[in-house]
């Protein structure tokens, strides 16, 4: 079962599993194809079946990648309180995510509020791991340049 392969849901129940199948969208790109346009508004948070995923900010010059494995997040915008993507996302070779819809994951948390706050533990985490990948980009970038 495709919960069991997503890092923020380790440790989820039978019965919360079944729940978070049930808002769960499989959805199918092409290389180059957008899954999330920067701007757009925030309404659904993605997980990596299969593929690669890259992320561009605007103004930026070069795309990062970002979701290299199964189970890797992106548009956890959503999540945080934003309401619009800060970045846009594409597909760097076929790929294939799991669409779950921000609303419907936020009443399923609430319903098992022990494991929503293991859920945003781990989403900070997550966030904290992309922040430090793009500072040693840009120290990668910055050493190119020098």
Same mark, same amino acid.
């Given at each position: 079962?495709?919960?069991? =392969? ?10 919360? =599993?079944? =729940? ?36 561009? *900010? ?68 997550? *966030? ?19």
């Amino acid at each position: 079962m495709i919960i069991r =392969e997503i890092d923020l849901f380790d440790g989820a129940s039978e019965e919360l =599993e079944n =729940e978070l199948v049930k808002i769960m969208e499989s959805e199918s790109y092409n290389p180059g194809d957008a899954i999330i346009k920067e701007g757009d508004l925030a309404d659904n948070f993605y997980v990596l079946q299969t593929g690669a995923l890259n992320v561009k *900010v605007a103004g930026a010059r070069q795309k990062t990648q970002v979701a290299v494995r199964p189970g890797e997040a992106v548009g956890w915008s959503s999540l945080a309180g934003r309401e619009t993507y800060t970045a846009s996302v594409e597909c760097a070779e076929p790929s294939r995510v799991m669409k779950i819809n921000k609303d419907k994951l936020y009443q399923i948390l609430r319903l098992h509020s022990a494991f929503g706050l293991l859920f945003y533990k781990r989403l900070a985490g997550l *966030v904290g791991e992309r922040l430090i990948r793009c500072h040693q980009e840009l120290i990668k970038l910055e050493e190119e340049l020098d």
